[in-house]
């Protein structure tokens, strides 16, 4: 692991939502700039939990969050995030959408008005690397599940964020779009090379896309296993029926079968 | 009939049958017109004091939009206040409720006291009876933004403005105009109320005056006209909502038509 670069840095984080729940307790995870990470973990260990403190959304109440290089206080500016609901706009058409937080977004903001043809350009571009062009002037509910989803890929994207997070991204979608996506999903990081988060309930959509995975143990959530993904890339759904392939799946599946037991 | 020319004369059919209802009924039951007038009479009415009734009933619209215009601004102002914020939303929502809760016609007296008879108060009424609901869509349009949507917001460094304008405002725009329906046609409610408490001119006071000379088909002939008005209003409000949030309907006008045969 490229640990001399670290992006992202939890050290012996926990967090008690106000109810008194502790989410997660004593996480550690380590991130370096550029990689893909993956974690899983049986359902409610706290894996969104881990989303928002790494963006700041929520407060850790002890430990130290560091992204960047820098303690994260508030909200982090600059993250790109998607999530199991596509939450586009309907009043919006899907280049309107992805064009949203470059509306938003320094310095992109200032000047948005002035360089509109060039956003609009760029906006276009993205969208047919994911295979949108000619749905640009449609709306959201004119499209199917799989292509509002690659539709909020993009607009976690057009700001080119270095840190992309995505919650279970592709859960809602039948298997086959999603296996598509996941496809999708790794031209534009082996393109772009963000730092990606990726926080699923699918093995498979883990080993597949992630340098690194890191499986959570049941709540109060922290990383009980950091496993390395040494296939080499692009992974091609090929790739998902070698034998390495599956006994890497194998593997982190009982892990979290231990996990589980353990709660 | 295809189904289209249905829904178009739908509406027009149950109004003649009711007409039609309403002279059998006064017919066969040799009801006097100081009771119930029949329709026949009262269109006849209607035109006999076509004059005073535009003059009264086009005093009652103004006074009614002018209400109406002021809680527009404020029911937007003010949803969008409590809608934004959870806590003033908790701090607000009760006094708005005991409020509304107060029949307008206890306090048009007051608002006499205070601004004299006239069209002050009527204008005041309107405006208090048709407030309520355009607060209370207005703010549950932005209270109701997805969470996972604040949050993408958020992490893009959107300000509170930011999230307000981009998609609290759009998003509340159903619920908005949805409530404009309701809220004009209590605008009227709240304007013909306080005329017929004191007033001196509007058909409220028309209708005042007439039944205290038991010109009873001449109180039937405003209330058609009002009923009018409010049905006119609405459907302008109607158009108004299908052009601007068409997005929310997602197109189900087109579809049904097309399903039509």
Known sequence: MRTELKYVELDNVSLTYDGGTLAVEGLT?????????????????????????????????RGNVIVAGREVAGPLKIVGMAFQNPTLLPWRTTLDNVLLPLEIVQPYKATFRRDR???????????????????????????????????????????????????????ALDAFTREELWAVLQDLWLQRRFTCILVTHDLREAVYLADTVHVMSARPGRVIETTTIDIPRPRTLETTFEPHFIDLVHHLRARIAQARVAA | MSRRWQEALGPWFVVVALFVLWEGVVIAARLPS????????????????????????????????VGFAFSVVGGVALGAAIGASQVAYKAVFPVLVGFNSIPKVAIVPVLIIWFGIGTVPAVITAFLISFFPIVVNVATG??????????????????????????????????????????????????????????????????????????????????????????????????????????????MDQAAYATGH
């Open chain 1, 29 to 61: 995870i380590s991130i370096a700039r550029g990689e893909f990470a993956a974690v899983v973990g049986p359902s409610g260990c706290g894996k969104s939990t881990l989303m928002k403190l790494i963006t700041g959304l929520a407060p850790a109440s």
């Open chain 2, 142 to 251: 932005i209270a109701t933004l997805e969470p996972e949507l604040r949050d993408v917001l958020r992490s893009l460094g959107a300000s509170r403005l930011d999230i307000l304008r981009k998609v609290g405002l759009p998003r509340a725009a159903p619920y908005f105009f949805a409530s404009l329906k309701v809220a004009i046609t209590l605008a009227f409610v709240g304007s013909i109320i306080s005329e017929t408490v004191g007033s001196n001119e509007g058909v409220g006071y028309l209708m005042l005056q007439a039944s205290s000379r038991f010109q009873i088909p001449l109180v039937f002939a405003a209330l058609v006209v009002v009923a009018a008005m409010g049905i006119g209003m609405y459907a302008i409000f109607a158009a108004l909502e299908r052009r601007m949030t068409g997005w929310a309907t997602r197109g």
């Open chain 2, 34 to 65: 100081f009771v119930l007038p029949a329709p026949t009479e009262v269109f006849a009415t209607l035109m006999q004091f076509a004059g005073p009734i535009t003059q009264h009933s086009l005093h009652t619209l103004m006074t009614t939009l």
């Open chain 1, 117 to 171: 043809e060039k956003h609009i350009a760029r906006a276009e571009a993205l969208l047919a690397t994911v295979g949108l062009k000619g749905f640009e002037q449609r709306y959201p509910w004119q499209l199917s599940g799989g292509m509002q989803q690659r539709a909020s890929l993009c607009r976690a994207l057009i700001h080119e964020p270095d840190l992309l997070m995505l919650d279970e991204p592709f859960a």
